[in-house]
C-alpha cells in the first residue's frame, strides 16, 4: 500500500536524470495538496534552505508517488 502524506510532513523527494547533476533525493515539508482524482493527488512541497539554494527553486510540486518518501531525519 502507498504511503500516505498530510500537509506539515518532513518528506524527500527525487528528482531524475532530467534535472542534471541535481538529481537525487531532496528535503523539504508538504505545504499544500491537490487532489487529482479521487485517488491520486499533487503534493506541493516547499525545500529547505540548503535544497533551494543548491536546487534555485524554492517549491515543486510531486504527483508520482514513487518520487516522494518520509524524511529520514538525523540527530
Do not use: C
Request: glycine share 6%; aromatic share 14%.
Amino acid at each position: 500500500m502507498p504511503e500516505t502524506f498530510q500537509i506539515g510532513d518532513r518528506v524527500e523527494i527525487y528528482l531524475d536524470e532530467k534535472f542534471g547533476e541535481k538529481q537525487g533525493w531532496h528535503a523539504g515539508t508538504i505545504f499544500k495538496i491537490d487532489p487529482y482524482s479521487e485517488h491520486r493527488s499533487f503534493y506541493w512541497v516547499r525545500f529547505d534552505e540548503e535544497t533551494q539554494s543548491v536546487l534555485g527553486m524554492s517549491q515543486l510540486s510531486i504527483f508520482n508517488l514513487r518520487n516522494i518518501r518520509a524524511a529520514h531525519e538525523t540527530v
